[in-house]
């Protein structure tokens, strides 16, 4: 069946510590690729997008993400977390026509 | 500016009662209009999204259903409430047109259901 997989269900990281969240799709041909936040007590937020062009793409906050076409993946990095970013990430694909799809999220708690 | 509201944020309810769950949009026009789930311990998962006044399009049965009375509501509802109809409830909207995906989807603030 088609998904998106997002494999780190929790993920606990001291501050300044590099992240890096897995996201993987099973659907084939053009997707369009997401990554949403939502901090505590907050509606999510787009930090992220994928189209065309550039694998690399850098968002909002000094996170990045690079997809991977080869792999399915869109991996959601930054190289240096703070407190604030402590919050639940979600992956999402766009296949076809307006429907958006998510990952099951993966919550980051950040130690200060 | 757009905006997006969402209420209530939370709601408790018990089995067989009615819901009703609202969601507008201000600052756009002809937006699509999506309602999402969140089960606990499961991804958000599309319930309904809607193109323009009355057209309604379902994703998964179930005991819910939604209305979009004018261009920027859209109300999730169901008759009898089930304990499995426990979750997070998202409303969000598009730019319509075909070029939604250019921008995203913005998400209301979600209303926690919790059905006793």
């Known amino acids: 069946a088609q998904s998106v997989s997002q494999h780190n269900h929790h993920v606990i990281l001291s501050e300044a510590a590099s992240l890096e969240l897995g996201c993987n799709y099973s659907y084939g041909g053009t997707v369009n690729l997401f990554w949403y936040v939502q901090y505590p007590g907050q509606h999510l937020q787009l930090l992220l997008k994928y189209f065309s062009g550039d694998p690399l793409v850098k968002g909002i906050k000094g996170f990045e993400a690079e997809f991977i076409k080869s792999k399915f993946s869109f991996n959601l990095r930054k190289p240096s977390v703070q407190w604030s970013d402590t919050a639940e990430y979600f992956c999402a694909v766009i296949k076809g026509a307006n429907n958006l799809f998510f990952g099951t999220g993966t919550r980051l708690t950040v130690i200060p | 500016s757009q905006t997006i509201h969402q209420w209530p944020a939370t709601l408790v309810q018990p089995v067989g009662s009615p819901l009703s769950l609202e969601c507008t949009v201000e600052g756009t026009s002809n937006p699509n209009l999506y309602w999402y789930r969140q089960a606990a311990g499961r991804g958000l998962q599309l319930l309904f999204y809607?193109?323009?006044?009355?057209?309604i399009s379902s994703e998964v049965p179930q005991n819910l259903s939604a209305s979009r009375p004018q261009d920027r509501q859209f109300i999730l509802s169901s008759k009898k409430l089930l304990l499995s109809d426990s979750g997070f409830y998202l409303c969000?909207?598009?730019?319509?047109?075909?070029?939604?995906?250019?921008?995203?989807?913005?998400f209301g603030s979600g209303t926690r259901l919790t059905v006793v």
């Open positions: 969000a909207w598009s730019l319509g047109g075909g070029r939604d995906q250019l921008f995203g989807y913005t």
């Open positions: 809607s193109v323009g006044i009355g057209q």
